[in-house]
């Protein structure tokens, strides 16, 4: 047998082999269950909240369990992470269950923003509710308290409010026109002047006396009015 002969043999069985060998089948992509992710979130979260896995996500299936840790403040939101090569990361919100459908640590309630509040923003009685079912640690547990407080950062739908977050809101500002008053003993005075900086109710504040210039420390009583150390109020005795 010539070495002609024998090449073609070789490539006559290399044809027979290739076209024997099936080629290789795509493996199916085996995504993450959400149900039992979801089950895992609430597991950490605690009886009464309930997270909110979106559905339409495809997630690639996690070879380990995922670690799971609050993300920012209130624990309204929570960052679930898969590690590896493959891995993924999502952002999960938490809202809290309707009453009965949880125990209630503590069982006092808290005021839970509805709407949006920006930082330096004002809550008013349409931003928030009282949610007897819901609890946190600092949590404020009734409106009035809230409600013309500022915010010292923004606020989202479904978070608790802590009395940490809220500043009284500023009665007099800087430029503003006021009333300087002082007195007591059932006389009262009182001169036009004007705020140099900001202040709440019970602040103290600097002001300008228009008619002689003087600026003076006061104390602010109320919007637009400020008044003296020491100051009674003619009509109830009070400071």
């Given at each position: ?138 949590g404020v547990t009734a409106v009035d308290q809230v409600v013309g ?73 109320a919007p637009g009015i400020v008044a003296l150390p020491g100051y ?8």
């Open positions: 047998m010539n070495r002609t002969t024998v090449s073609r043999r070789l490539w006559a069985l290399a044809a027979i082999f290739a076209v024997g060998v099936p080629a290789a089948t795509a493996q199916p992509v085996i995504f993450e269950n959400l149900d039992r992710l979801e089950a895992q979130i609430g597991d950490f979260a605690g009886p009464n909240r309930a997270p909110r896995v979106d559905r339409r996500l495809k997630l690639g299936a996690c070879s380990i369990r995922p670690e799971l840790i609050w993300y920012g403040t209130g624990q309204t939101t929570v960052l679930v992470r898969c590690g590896g090569p493959d891995g993924w990361q999502i952002y999960v919100p938490i809202d809290m269950k309707p009453a009965g459908q949880g125990a209630v640590q503590g069982g006092s309630g808290a005021v839970v923003v509805v709407r949006p509040v920006p930082r330096g923003g004002t809550i008013t009685a349409g931003d928030v509710d009282f949610r007897p079912d819901t609890y946190v640690p600092g407080k500022v915010v010292i950062r923004a606020l989202n739908p479904g978070e608790a409010v802590r009395a940490n977050m809220l500043i009284a809101a500023n009665a007099v500002k800087r430029g503003d026109p006021v009333q300087i008053k002082s007195g007591g003993g059932g006389i009262e005075v009182a001169v036009d002047g004007l705020a140099e900086q900001d202040a709440p109710v019970g602040g103290r504040v600097r002001v300008r006396n228009v008619a002689s210039g003087n600026r003076i420390q006061a104390i602010v009583i009674k109020n003619p009509e109830d005795g009070r400071e």
